[in-house]
């Protein structure tokens, strides 16, 4: 098959097609002929040799996908040859096929094409295990996404407002704030211009909201404990803005906060499983219903990899960006 290949850690420029073996498939996997893969940050990271893979997982690029079901292990008994799914990968999506166990494969949402459907397993995953498996998310409550304009931020929106959250963004450009309003958030800060706590604060009564997604880390991690309200959760899924931070531990305690962090690739395979089945049963039906849309920025064929990843690092997207083998 062929398969996007990092010759060496480095820029856009190191990732090159090439002809590689097949994956080998294991007893609980499902061999995935790919329709599309998406783009994740992690990807870039990993391209850099910052982000290696988990041990055992494929070498190459791409953590979510779509596709059609080639082949079966002996253990799988949920699935059959032919059947149209998406899946969330430990790695390998940039690729023609992948193996991936069978617990994090999900039908294709119904109404969504088997193209758009590679823009869900990732975001879908990472938003539910997070903002409502953990720090327990519910209607009433507010939540403030940084990075509004992201895969995972527009995600979020739609699945926040479907679940009756009052939603906060923060973004850096009208354009991308406009968006981000016109798929239901209400409240969006542009951080270059505005104190998003002081506008927190006051489009809350003073009070702060319920719980923060956060991307960028030790840059943002006072600033986000000064807008969290009593019993404020705070979740970090990325650290785009640095690791480490001197931090004012008072507002910690005073308002009785908690802080949390996460990744999804390096969870185990049946935390993954379980995670998956919470996404079918509460995602897919918002999906199903048209209050959760795919919403895919540009995209590329496999071969122009490098490309996609210079328009993802230009962060001039909004939403996904997609590779079609």
Known sequence: MKAIVITTPGGPEVLQL?????????????????????LNRADTFQRQGSYPPPNGASPYLGVECSGTIQSLGINVSRWKIGDQVCALLPGGGYAEKVAVPAGQVLPVPSGISLRDAASFP??????????????????????LIHGGSSGIGTFAIQIAKYRGVRVFVTAGSEEKLDFCKSIGADVAINYKTHDFVAKVKEETGGQGVDVILDCMGASYYQRNLDCLNFDGRLFIIGIQGGVTAEVDLRPLVAKRLTVQGASLRNRSVENKAAIISEVEKNVWPAIA??????????TFPLSEAAEAHRLMESSQHIGKILLVP
């Open 18 to 38: 090439q002809d590689v073996e097949d994956p080998k498939l294991g007893d609980d996997d499902v061999l995935i002929r790919v329709h599309a893969t998406a």
């Open 122 to 143: 990732e975001v879908a995953c990472t938003v539910w295990s997070t903002i409502f498996m953990i720090s327990r998310l519910s209607q009433g409550e507010t939540l």
């Open 289 to 298: 219903e048209g209050k959760v849309k795919p919403l895919v920025y540009k």
